[in-house]
T-cell receptor, first 110, second 116 residues
Framework: KNEVEQSPQNLTAQEGEFITINCSYS?????LHWLQQHPGGGIVSLFM???GKKKHGRLIATINIQEKHSSLHITASHPRDSAVYIC????????????FGQGTRLTINP | DTGVSQDPRHKITKRGQNVTFRCDPI?????LYWYRQTLGQGPEFLTY????????KSRLLSDRFSAERPKGSFSTLEIQRTEQGDSAMYLC??????????????FGEGSRLTVL
């Protein structure tokens, strides 16, 4: 079993819908990251969380440390939000490296 | 542009050839990471440098793979005797000094390798 699991793996929605992507992890962490990857490969950091909730524009990320779970929400989704969203955690033990989920491919149709 | 840059962006090679990728991190970032990503999967850790010291190597990094960061600035990842299974996107990321345990990473655009 992977240490970081995301769901769903693929998500297709209509423009304007509220989107939720989930991330569960099974290890102790010091931080959790949400990343966005567009076709072509470039990865952009969206959020870095160690507790609570963060908001940036239409994006909201939450984390529940006790339940080892995080969610990424997109409000008023738009076709330009179409991308792969990746959850990654920095483990409490071990080297300073991120462990990644497999990603969620989001497609927003106009 | 002061982001992480990788070269080449795309490489097509025949099985058995050697390839080398270069990564230039953001200036003064002392940590540099190499990840590999195959289609439909998240990135997998390959190796990590703090300055010029290679501190960890994944078991994914077979003896055909070698990475260097000779002066603590740019890094190279060489794959010898390439195999079709090496086809992937090779991602480089750097992390600034003083970030402690937050793990904030800045990624390059990646180098896509296709082995025929």
């Amino acid at each position: 079993k992977n240490e970081v699991e995301q769901s769903p793996q693929n998500l297709t929605a209509q423009e304007g819908e509220f989107i939720t992507i989930n991330c569960s992890y099974s290890v102790g962490i010091s931080a959790l990251h949400w990343l966005q990857q567009h076709p072509g490969g470039g990865i952009v950091s969206l959020f870095m969380l160690s507790s609570g909730k963060k908001k940036h524009g239409r994006l909201i990320a939450t984390i529940n440390i006790q339940e080892k779970h995080s969610s990424l929400h997109i409000t008023a989704s738009h076709p330009r939000d179409s991308a792969v969203y990746i959850c990654a955690v920095l483990k409490l033990q071990g080297a300073q490296k991120l462990v990644f989920g497999q990603g969620t491919r989001l497609t927003i149709n106009p | 542009d002061t982001g992480v840059s990788q070269d080449p962006r795309h490489k097509i090679t025949k099985r058995g050839q050697n390839v080398t990728f270069r990564c230039d991190p953001i200036s003064e970032h002392n940590r540099l990471y190499w990840y590999r990503q195959t289609l439909g999967q998240g990135p997998e850790f390959l190796t990590y440098f703090q300055n010029e010291a290679q501190l960890e190597k994944s078991r994914l990094l077979s003896d055909r793979f070698s990475a260097e960061r000779p002066k603590g600035s740019f890094s190279t990842l060489e794959i010898q005797r390439t195999e079709q299974g090496d086809s992937a996107m090779y991602l480089c990321a750097s992390s600034p000094k003083g970030q402690g345990n937050t793990g904030e990473l800045f990624f390059g655009e990646g180098s896509r390798l296709t082995v025929l």
